[in-house]
């Protein structure tokens, strides 16, 4: 069975400065896929930022980078320039390819506060 | 284009009454997928259409819950019987395919039980 931990509860970053959110992942798999989400408070899940377990380099988006570690089983998400609208709950999230349909599996999330 | 839309937003209810919600899809996406989420946890698996049949409910947590996706596209969600830890954030996400690609998700129904 697939499992992520999201190990960071709660976290502050002043604003303009970065932060990394960390996300260990559990899988015999051997392709799989990695994603984040933002979750503001009016509820919505944004996907950010998609990372392979076969792709060779960390994937971007914008200021969203991923921090992949394939040995060490972790896909940190990486923001840059934090802006008060980052201020989220942030998931991570793993693809199970050996159920039919991918069906994702989240972590437990960590809220993201951005300090003007 | 548009995105995945949900309605209601949210839904107040009794114990042991009957709810649906109900799912509208990104145009032209074949895949349909159901997640709960209850209050500060990670978004929970419950069914996965594709296209109009269901190729896999090993989510759904009893007999109470059920999905129907008739034409392929709006799906609808039916809970029978409501219990207070129904409660939950229900959100629908909607891939091209079912396989690789992205899910993108709806704004969620909230649903309270009371």
Known sequence: AQKITQT???MFVQEKEAVTLDCT???????YG????????????IFLIYQGS?????????RYSLNFQKAR????????????GDSAMYFCAMRAPQNAGNMLTFGGGTRLMVKP | GAGVSQTPSNKVT??????????DPISGHTALYWYRQSLGQGPEFLIYFQGTGAADDSGL????????????????????????????VYLCAS???????????????????L
């Open chain 1, 8 to 10: 960071q509860p709660g």
């Open chain 1, 25 to 31: 992942y559990d899988t015999s798999d051997q392709s």
């Open chain 1, 34 to 45: 990695l994603f984040w989400y933002k979750q503001p408070s009016s509820g919505e899940m």
């Open chain 1, 54 to 62: 076969y792709d060779e380099q960390n994937a971007t988006e914008g």
């Open chain 1, 73 to 84: 089983k972790s896909a940190n998400l990486v923001i840059s320039a934090s802006q008060l």
């Open chain 2, 14 to 23: 009794e114990k042991g009454k009957y709810v649906e919600l109900r799912c």
């Open chain 2, 61 to 88: 947590p009893n007999d109470r819950f059920f999905a129907v996706r008739p034409e392929g596209s709006v799906s609808t969600l039916k809970i029978q019987r409501t219990e207070r830890g129904d409660s939950a």
């Open chain 2, 95 to 113: 891939s091209l395919e079912g396989g690789r690609e992205t899910q993108y998700f709806g704004p969620g129904t909230r649903l309270l039980v």
